[in-house]
């Protein structure tokens, strides 16, 4: 009983903080919102700027609930969990932004490194990595997410003759890669691309039908979720991956 007492707590304080993170979103500048080569803040982007309480910021409050409840339960430590509960809150705003103005601001990318060091400290104070070799690792893992990226949107771009892949998606797979490490990229990479596919291949039919209809679509999101889902779920993931080698063997 008094387990799901704390989750309740971890619960509603995710529902407050996920309200807050709304209120943060449409308080924060519209120029945020704007691509290097804008200038203009439309009235278009003020009214996407100004998330309505159904059914965005409430979908914000329910994942914040989700994620506080599950990195508590999942967390190897208190540090890990104060990195996700800490994570979460620009990777919400991070798929708002994207889905609603397909861009991804770098304030939003930024707020993710504080996470990214203490995912390191709650690894290097564990003993699960070494303090030179996990830093090593975070920084491979940020170097080649953003690398995979870039040269993904670079061939998708000589495919298609026009823009692949934007940089603020390289820029965020960087900062996620930081914050998962080399050795949960593959993982990240895969997730990311599995759960883009389910809407990708959705729009690819649709276009085949009206090939003048809209086909674009957003990667940011998954990024972001393949993100969250990593942080909150590797470690039973590849627990329950022993335990079935361990019954093969």
Do not use: H
């Amino acid at each position: 009983m008094q387990d799901i007492g704390i989750l309740i707590l971890f619960a509603l304080a995710g529902l407050a903080i996920g309200y807050l993170g709304s209120l943060f979103f449409r308080k924060m500048p519209a120029a945020w919102l704007l691509d290097y080569d804008e200038t203009e803040i439309t009235g278009e982007l003020l009214t996407k700027k100004n998330l309505k309480l159904w059914p965005d910021a409430l979908l914000i409050m329910l994942a914040d609930a989700v994620i506080l409840a599950c990195g508590w339960i999942f967390a190897d430590s208190i540090l890990q969990f104060l990195a996700i509960a800490l994570a979460a809150q620009p990777l919400l705003l991070i798929i708002v932004a994207d889905i609603k103005t397909r861009i991804i601001p770098d304030q939003f990318v930024l707020a993710l490194l504080p996470s990214a060091a203490l995912l390191y400290l709650a690894d290097s104070i564990l003993g699960s990595e070494g303090w030179l070799s996990g830093l090593l690792f975070r920084l491979l893992g940020g170097l080649a997410g953003g690398a995979v990226l870039f040269i993904a949107g670079w061939i998708g771009e000589k495919i298609v003759k026009r823009e692949a892949m934007g940089m603020g998606d390289v820029k965020l797979l960087a900062a996620c890669g930081l914050m998962c490490g080399l050795k949960l990229l593959p993982l990240l990479l895969v997730l990311s691309f599995i759960t883009a596919a389910f809407v990708a291949l959705p729009l690819l039919i649709r276009k085949m039908r009206d090939p003048d209809g809209a086909s674009d679509m957003a990667f940011g999101p998954f990024i972001a979720l393949a993100t969250l889902l990593v942080l909150l779920f590797s470690q039973p993931v590849f627990a329950l991956w022993d335990m079935y080698l361990g019954l093969i063997y």
